[in-house]
C-alpha cells in the first residue's frame, strides 16, 4: 500500500459517534436529540414537496434556505454556506481554511471529538489548549502571543461536552486577538441560552460561526447545518463545496428546512421546554450528590464523587437507558445527558439513585 494509504486512512482513527440502538425500547439520552418532534408544519412542507419533482436534481444553492437562514440572522444570503449537517460544513471549513502547513489550530483539550478527526484527516497540525480547573474555556490562552502563528482556532459554544458557555466579550476577545486566522465557533447548542457570535460579525469577519437544525430545531434525521460568515469566506467554501458535490442538500431536506427556521413560536415553545426541563434535571442530579457543570446547552456533563463514570453509565444501559460516557483521562468520571422530558429526566434519576443505593 502506498504511504498515502499508511499515513492517512490506515490510521485514522475515525470518530466514534453515540450509539443509535437497533431497537427502541431503550431510553435514548446519548446524543442530544431534541425529546419533542419537529414543527408540524415541517412534516406538512416534506409531505408537500414529495412529488414528480424528485426526479430533477435539487436547487443546488438552495436559494430558499440560505434565504431564510439571512433572514434568521440578519445577514445576507450570500453569508450563508449550507451543507448536509453542521459535520459536513465543519468538513469544508477544515478542508478549506486550516490548511496552512505545519501552522497549528488551536482548540481546546476537551471539545467535540470529531475536530481532531478531521485534523488527522486532512493533515491539519493541532494544538490543544487545556480547559481551567473548572472546565471553562479559558480566554487568555487564546488572545496571548502564541509560539507559532497559528492556522485558525475552533471552539463549541456552549462546549461540548461540557455545556460551559463563553460570552460575547470573550469570543470577542479572542477574534479580535487573532484578526488574521480564521475563528470558527461552532454553536450547534447555542439556542438552549447562550449568545450568538452572528451578533459580532462586521466587528470580527475572521468569525465564522456554525449552526445545525439537529438539535433546537428537533431535525437531526433531516441532516442541515449551515454556517455564516463574511462573504469572502462563504464565497471559498462554496468554491470548495462545488469541487466536492455541487448537490450537498436533497430537495426534501431543504424544504423542510426551511419550514423549520420559519416557525419560531414552535422553536420557543419547545426549546423553553428544553431549558426547563434542564434546570430541573441538575436539580435532581445534585440532589443525588452529583456535580452538576453550569449547562446552557441540552445536555448535562455531571460526575459523582463516590462513582465511577464508566461503571453508572453501564448500570444505567443495563436498565434501559442510555447516555454518554467519554474514555478520555480528564472527565472519565463524567457522564453526559442529555435533556428528555420531564418524565424521562425523572426516569434516570429514580434508576440513577437505584444504582447509587444498591452500590453503597
Ligand atoms: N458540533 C457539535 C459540537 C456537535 O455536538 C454535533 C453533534 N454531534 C455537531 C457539530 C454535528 O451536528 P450535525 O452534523 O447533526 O449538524
Not at 213 to 236: F, N, T
Request: one cysteine or more; proline letters at 6%; charged letters at 20%.
Amino acid at each position: 500500500m502506498s504511504r498515502f494509504w499508511s499515513d492517512h486512512v490506515v490510521d485514522l482513527s475515525p470518530y466514534t459517534p453515540g450509539e443509535q440502538p437497533k431497537v427502541d425500547n431503550l431510553l435514548k439520552l446519548n446524543t442530544n436529540e431534541h425529546p419533542f418532534g419537529p414543527s408540524p408544519r415541517v412534516l406538512t412542507a416534506i409531505k408537500d414537496a414529495a412529488d414528480d419533482s424528485l426526479r430533477l436534481y435539487p436547487d443546488n444553492d438552495s436559494t430558499a434556505l440560505r434565504q431564510a437562514v439571512a433572514t434568521l440572522h440578519g445577514v445576507q444570503a450570500g453569508q450563508v454556506f449550507p451543507g448536509n449537517g453542521s459535520d459536513e460544513v465543519l468538513a469544508h471549513i477544515f478542508n478549506g481554511l486550516f490548511r496552512h502547513g505545519d501552522r497549528p489550530l488551536l482548540m481546546p483539550d476537551v471539545t467535540y471529538s470529531f475536530y481532531r478527526t478531521y485534523c488527522k484527516l486532512y493533515g491539519i497540525a493541532c494544538r490543544t489548549i487545556p480547559l481551567a480547573d473548572d472546565f471553562s474555556i479559558r480566554v487568555s490562552d487564546y488572545v496571548g502571543a502564541h509560539p507559532v502563528r497559528p492556522a485558525g482556532i475552533i471552539f463549541s459554544n456552549p462546549n461540548a461536552p461540557t455545556g460551559i458557555a463563553l460570552t460575547l466579550a470573550d469570543i470577542r476577545a479572542i477574534a479580535g486577538a487573532n484578526p488574521d486566522v480564521p475563528v470558527v465557533v461552532d454553536e450547534a447548542y447555542v439556542d438552549f441560552g447562550a449568545s450568538s457570535a452572528i451578533a459580532l460579525l462586521s466587528e470580527c469577519p475572521n468569525i465564522v460561526v456554525v449552526h445545525t437544525l439537529s438539535k433546537s430545531r428537533s431535525l437531526a434525521g433531516l441532516r442541515v447545518g449551515y454556517a455564516v460568515a463574511s462573504k469572502e469566506i462563504v464565497d471559498g467554501l462554496v468554491r470548495i463545496k462545488d469541487s466536492f458535490n455541487s448537490y450537498p442538500l436533497d430537495k426534501l431536506a431543504q424544504v423542510g428546512a426551511v419550514a423549520a427556521l420559519q416557525d419560531s413560536a414552535y422553536f420557543d415553545e419547545t426549546r423553553n421546554a428544553v431549558i426547563k426541563v434542564r434546570e430541573n434535571l441538575s436539580k435532581q442530579l445534585k440532589t443525588l450528590g452529583f456535580e452538576v457543570l453550569p449547562s446552557l446547552a441540552n445536555f448535562v456533563f455531571a460526575r459523582h464523587p463516590e462513582h465511577d463514570g464508566a461503571a453508572l453509565s453501564r448500570a444505567l444501559r443495563a436498565e434501559g437507558i442510555l447516555v454518554r460516557h467519554f474514555g478520555i483521562a480528564r472527565i472519565d468520571q463524567f457522564l453526559r445527558i442529555t435533556v428528555g422530558t420531564q418524565a424521562d429526566c425523572d426516569r434516570l434519576c429514580n434508576t440513577l439513585s437505584e444504582i447509587i443505593l444498591k452500590t453503597h
